[in-house]
């Protein structure tokens, strides 16, 4: 065969590995499959939500704080979705995986709160007084260099392209549950990782790296 | 050469591999050697290659693929897709290379937990107060008693209103800060055009008819409603009771009640609204314990289910919360401090505190209403954010207005007050009111306002200002009170009842301190009351920013100016009200500003240009006039003609704006240096080369002059009631002359600014004062009253009907002198 593709094939495995090594946690929580989980909800939601928000609180929160920068607003959002998920948990069925259930909640509410965000442009802040009020970043894994600038140039994504790039990266879901948990198609979600992806590297090399402040 | 050439089969089976291993070697031995045929090969190759293989996409048109297989996520046709593309293209090859490094990037971003406040709302909602002893969170069963003791504690000393309801939300000082009632007390359905207005010593709702506030139906709730709400979504009222803890439902088609709903919450529910996608809000304050802040929670309540959602604490316990539809934020209003928050309930920025706060209509601030003291402070905030304002009385209830602005309840001693806020944060003007100010309700389509204390409601309308009160006449009962400045400025319940609504008519009056409609049409808002005063009957109204007039001319109840960015705006001399109607082109300079009936007239000298203001339509034309010279003169007859006099010419120039017709008359061999007209429609000039005055009659175009010396040059001529010419001079000589006779003549030492007459015709000069002393002074030209000073700034000067001076600050404010200081 004449042509390049065995280069390029080289290259997807070698970067293959460097690109995809999300540890996917067990879907389990404290020993609960997902069937009895949901089996747990029909006889005491309380209970349910309880075991619930002990598995998963972590991974919804550091999703949402991956996506937001905001520790504050990742706290409400994360309490947002399982007070969603407490009022929905009748509807659970056994089909249901109850992480990427939960994700869904998240990446419904994180979509929201970015879109009402962008749109609370208009009070200068500089102007207020006492801006003291607004909540520091904790930071308790130590300053990266690079952390701020990613953190900044993911924040110049769309949501939804920003979701599903955390979600198949970090989270370690596939394209299928992506479009699932977005509510969207296979396409849709292969073109949002594919333009996040290009646009994150493009901004990623065009802005140059600040040391946390 | 007489090589024989590979056939073009032979070509084709050795790029197939399909000849012999012998024939393979000699044909590339042969292609080696041969330049055309190894050409041929070349060609064949690459045509073979581009036929059998898939396409070659572009860049952007593969980068999905590309993606999708480097995440393992693409089916093999498009893996294959990829990867030719890739083979082919070496800046794709780098950008795959790059991918890597996104991930790495991405897994630095930081994992955590939810606070420990997460953990306790969830606990909560797992199991809630009454459950309390579930084994789930025992940790918190203590915190939880505690608030439960809370509760009480506020109940029996923190709200007044629920406790003892009384007709008057009271307003009273307690160690230094003041308590308001800040509940909402009324609202607007525009669904069935009612007001709905809470009677707590009656908890009950009544149902009023906007304008009359006539009692449509009166809708007992019974309990000890504190605050009311529209659910436009639902067309409901929802009425909070903060005792019983829930919130009655009133379908508003009906008038009946037709639920109500609990409110679970820790503390008392104190405030109850409707967000912007129909959620319920219960906002409940609890007692902070001693050294934390206060602790308040937002139970958030599907619109239609009436279930929880979600309960937020807040760590600001506020009076009221206000939500922008615009924006989605809300303002949580304490008296320590005022919290902007996004919907979320994500603070935003701290503003001080304070009763009450409207989002200005615009979009571009939050005003916020504070106590100081005795009286109140406005504070802004936002992208536009005039400095405070402060206001006498204390602070009551504040909404925004469409055109901008906010209208404010304040109550001082015993009696109400309503004070229209400009959009620049300058009061406007204020009316009193019989009762003492409350809750204030604004309807934006008929400009009526609404205030209501307890049982008590009274209505009136907000400031005919000069366009609204041509173009939206009062729809509603209150038309009985027309808009006029003299309407209410001093209101009482029986003199500014209208018949409609006689106060002993109510049928609901023997049950209860019944709502006593009282219809009072707002008196046209003062500018004084907004104006800082400079001096004795001396006044500074400044002008929204950036407006620094320098030229200025009186017609009607407007004051005509051009600003030093050649903007022509117009100012209301009893409202204050500034428009800006037009900008002149940046190089025109205005030397003459002189007003007719209907028109304004800015001439450039220099040009010859006119530009026309027509007063009625607020329109501005500009003229080229072909004048061959610099004009030297300018004045407006009583028919609306333009009087202009040329400084090389000897012949005067009328101008018709309506036909714009331009005729001219002769004046012999007189110079015009300064022109004016007479109340007869004389006009009558000044001639410095000549050292004469003269008067044309433009109906027979009879000419009078006669010799006058005066120093100096002409820059003021104005023509007084009796009939006395007054002329001004560059060197402060200011003479008269009435019938041919010279008169009074005097200087002022400095040269004279301008003349002007009063209301009773007489003539007034404006003039700098001598002695290096910075400012201006002006006074009756006959020297009858005394100098008064202005310490700035001055250009022009002119009177309103009513008597008061005005003069420009080209500092960005006018000057208005009332005859209290003469």
Known sequence: VIGGSGRGAVAFAALGDAGNTASRVADVARGFSDVQLVALARESRGEALEVMYGAYKSRIYTFLLRLLSDPEAADDLTQDVFTKAYVALGSLTNEHRVLPWLYRIANNAAIDHVRRRRRFTWLRVGKLTGTGEEPLMPDEHGALPERDQVRAVLATLPAEQATAMLLHSLEGYSYKEIADIQGCTLTAVRSRIARGRAAFRVTYATTEARGPS | MGMVHLSFEELSALFDGELSAQADSAARQHLRACPECSAEYSLNVRLERDLRQPPVLTCDTVLELLSATFDDQASPPDRAVAERHLGACAACRGEVQAWGNVGYMLRTLPAGRPSARVDQAIARLVSPPRRVGLPAFPRLAPRLAIAGAAILAVIIGGLPLAQTPGPTPALQPENDRVIVAAAQQIVYNKQNHTLYQLDTAAAAVNALEPGSNEVKARIPVGGEPISLTLNAFANTILVLDAVQKKFTEIDAASNTVIGSTPVVANGTPTIINVGTSGEINVYSVSTPTAGTAPVSTVSVLDSTTKQLQTVREIDVAPRMVVVDPLSNQAVLVSSEITKLVDSSYKVIGALPGGVAAAFSRKGDGVAILSPTGADTTINFAGSYAPTALKLQGSPRAIVALKQGGYLVSLQIG????????????????????????????????????????????????????????????????????????????????????????????????????????????????????????????????????????????????????????????????????????????????????????????????????????????????????????????????????????????????????????????????????????????????????????????????????????????????????????????????????????????????RAVSALALDPSGRAWYLAPIPNGIPGFGFAPADGSQAVRSIAGPAAGLAFSETGRAFSADPRGAFYVATEEGR
Do not use: C
Request: no cysteine; charged share 20%; net charge negative.
């Open chain 2, 414 to 749: 015993s009696q109400g007050r309503v004070v229209k806020v400009s959009a620049d944060g300058q009061a406007e003007g204020s009316m009193s009111i019989a009762s003492a100010g409350g809750d204030l309700l604004y309807d934006e389509t008929t400009n009526f306002f609404t205030v209501t204390n307890g049982g008590k409601v009274e209505t009136g309308q907000v400031v005919a200002t000069a366009e609204s009160a041509s173009s939206e006449p009062p729809s509603s009962g209150a038309a009985t009170a027309p808009p006029s400045p003299l309407a209410a400025s001093s209101p009482s319940p029986t003199t500014s009842a209208p018949a409609t609504t006689p106060p002993t008519a109510s049928p609901e009056s023997a049950k209860s301190p019944s709502p006593s409609p009282v219809v009072v049409a707002l008196a046209a808002p003062d500018l004084i009351d907004s104006a800082k005063s400079i001096g004795p009957g001396l006044y500074s109204a400044s002008l929204p920013s950036g407006l620094k007039p320098y030229v200025m001319t009186v017609n009607g109840s407007r004051v005509w100016f051009v600003d030093l960015a050649n903007r022509v705006g117009s100012f209301d001399v009893n409202t204050g009200e500034t428009k800006v109607i037009a900008k002149l082109r940046s190089d025109a300079r205005i030397g003459y500003w002189v007003a007719g009936r209907s028109f304004v007239f800015g001439v450039d000298p220099a040009t010859g240009q006119v530009h026309v203001v027509n007063t009625v339509t607020d329109s501005v034309d500009s003229f080229a006039t072909k004048v061959l010279s610099p004009v030297s003169g300018a004045a407006v007859g009583p028919d609306d003609r333009l009087w202009l006099a040329l400084r090389d010419a000897s012949y005067l120039l009328a101008w018709d704006p309506k036909t714009r017709d331009m005729a001219s008359f002769d004046l012999g061999d007189s110079r015009v240096s300064a022109l004016t007209v007479d109340r007869l429609g004389r006009i009558v000039y000044s001639d410095d080369v000549h050292s004469r005055i003269g008067t044309l009659d433009p109906t027979t175009s009879k000419l009078v002059d006669l010799t006058f010396g005066r120093n100096g040059t002409t820059t003021a001529l104005i023509v007084d009631g009796s009939g006395t010419l007054w002329l001004g001079t560059s060197t402060g000589d200011i003479y008269s002359v009435k019938s041919d006779q010279r008169g009074l003549a005097f200087n002022v030492r």
